[in-house]
């Protein structure tokens, strides 16, 4: 049982080496000709040092000949000897100084290409995946894991894969002049290595589950961070004076982290420290013995002075390919995190059809029921509703009543539990994601407040004519944001948001004037989705837009989320929503007539407003 443990675990340990390949592979698609180059000097890098230690040998034999035979013009020829393997000495130190500085310049350009890379593989993913991942925080840890370490690991596995050659090559050439001295001697070195290997395999491996662990925290460290240093939440930092709060947990994070952190460093520099005395202690037994053998006259004086150098830069190059290992190790157990997060499964979307099978039977849903992953409550059960073509659908319903999930349900950010939800009488799942979003045209209530221009604020509504200015200009219109910004001292062009040089503020119906543009930039949606578009506005402003809006519209099938009934009544159908099912539907006279929930609200507002 014990052996089969053992075997186990030896399995896992050689499992975790599985990337070493795909990190050399992804290294040779960055980059062909710089691994190459990468390869060659290493080659060099590897077989140098035992050239010279050997010319040293030549070196110190030669020197010691010489004054032995003596200098007279008859014997010039052999003083001459110690020179040229001086020359050739220095000629070899020059080729490991050029080697070791062109893999340093190797290295440093495949850091900066493979980390764009790997970063480009990653967003590349996160573009695959689903809103409802995005949405899990497991997700998220294992997504931040990647990004943290992934983007310099790959080059770091290459580099000690390739410093593993280098040493081997090393080694091997050391070991043909150790040899000759005595077999024992080689034993020596490799056994002394030992120790400090498995300590260092073993906390590297105590290193990558601390990483792991710690992602969460990590991630509300990060958030602490933009709470206390981004304009858009410092106002209320400031004015609830919740700075010294936020900074305090901050500061107890970092403890928690760095007690951790701190723990690990020390036991590892304590055991790295302890062990290393078993090679100081090997180095020297194998001195003591050297030094004997060249007094007894079995060595000559360049052999022992190759001997030395060889045992010790033996010693190191053994020392430093096991801690290559240790750190391949090291360097694919965080490399499994980019390759999981890599692997995660893309949600498959196999439909393919660009048009409906009933152009003018509009949007059906038929008892649709959706949960959110890790619910046990149904955000939404048992919605069936049908908008036909140019017809305008309010949706009411309290805070978390499930309104925005149908909306995401609708745009295929979310796939329904059970039903169907059916475009031109053909199911959404049919229809090929692109051409359907190319359909719709959408202000969520949270829509993004791009650093960019006014203009591309505008044109991201419809990407592939993003620079059209005509297009942004005819936007902003039927937003009726062009009054505001033509004011503006750049128009079109100006800088938005306080993250650039040059960047200006827009007020919250400002900005929500620019959504709406945004939703009208894809001049061949017939399906506007529009939620809470106007809540940063005054009544009167929102009444003039919706007014405006239903011009614009009329052919067009209209999703409206709002809280203001003044707004929810030009809609043609209203249905309200009480936690995730439809309690009431109608027309706006309909419903009042009902004296249901809906009427109840809105007499309840129209007080207000009295």
Known sequence: ?????????????LAVFRYSGRAIGLVWTTSRSLTIILATLTLVAGLLPAAIAYFGKLIVDAVVLTSQVGLNNSNFVNSSHPLLYVGLEAIAVALLAGSQRGLSICQSLLRVLLGQR??????????????TQFEDS???????????????????????????????????????????????????????????????????????RLFSWRAPETRQQHYLENLLARE????????????????????ELFHRLYGADRDLTLRRGWWGYL????????????????????VQGRISLGDMTMYLTVFRQGQSTFSAALTSIGGMYEDNLYLSNLYDFLEEKVPTSWGQATKGIKPQDGIRFENVWFTYPGSSQPALKNISLHLKPGEKLAIVGENGSGKTTLIKLLTRLYTPESGRILLDGLDLQEWDVDVLRR????????????????????????????????????????GMADTFIKELPQSYQMQLGR??????????GQWQKIALARAFMRTQADILVLDEPTSAMDAQAEFNIFNHFRTLTQNQMVFLISH??????????????????????GTHQELLACGGRYAKLFWLQAVGYQ
């Open 1 to 13: 049982m014990k052996i089969k443990k053992q075997r186990n675990a030896l399995r896992q340990s």
């Open 232 to 251: 858009d939440f410092v106002t209320e930092v400031k004015l609830y004076q919740l700075g010294e709060m936020l900074l305090g947990r901050y500061r």
């Open 439 to 478: 359909r719709i045209g959408v202000i969520f209530q949270n829509f993004v407040r791009y650093q960019f221009t006014v203009g591309e604020n505008i044109g991201v509504g419809d990407v592939e004519h993003l620079a059209d200015t005509n297009r942004w200009q005819t936007a902003a219109e039927k």
């Open 118 to 131: 790997v970063n480009v593989l990653i967003l590349e993913k996160a573009l695959t995946l689903d809103l």
């Open 275 to 294: 062990l290393s005395l078993v090679s100081t202690v090997a180095f020297y037994i194998a001195y003591a013995w050297i030094v004997l053998e060249t």
């Open 499 to 508: 993250w650039f040089k040059g960047g200006q503020e827009l007020s919250g």
């Open 564 to 585: 203001r009934f003044s707004t929810v009544r030009m809609a043609d159908k209203i249905i309200v929503i009480e936690s995730g099912e439809v309690v009431e539907q």
């Open 138 to 208: 497991e997700f998220y840890d294992k997504l931040a894991n990647a990004r943290r370490e992934a983007s310099v690991r790959p080059l770091s596995l290459v580099n000690r894969t390739f410093g593993l050659v280098q040493n081997a090559l090393s080694l091997i050439t050391y070991g043909i002049l150790l040899v000759n001295f005595s077999v024992w001697a080689v034993v020596v070195l490799i056994l002394a290595a030992m120790p400090a290997f498995i300590a260092e395999t073993k906390f590297a491996g105590e290193a990558f």
